[in-house]
């Protein structure tokens, strides 16, 4: 299942985030759970959490059924 997170997240997340300045960093993937780091302008970006809830965990659950909730690493 990782390699297919960090699939998802290379192919489809980071180019949309890399349009904002920003980029995000796949840390651990466990029992459906991923952890993320967002690096750049999305790291201090006030909307951090509702891009990691809303456009983050709702790809990962789209593109991948395994996925539980993704957690953002500080």
Known sequence: MEDRVKEVVENEIQP???QHGGG????EVKDGVVKVRLKGACAGCMG???TIKGLVEA???ERIP?????????
């Open 24 to 27: 995000i960093e796949v840390l």
């Open 59 to 61: 790809k990962l659950k």
């Open 66 to 74: 395994e996925v539980v909730r993704v957690d953002a690493a500080f």
């Open 16 to 18: 949309m985030l890399a």
């Open 48 to 50: 951090a959490q509702m």
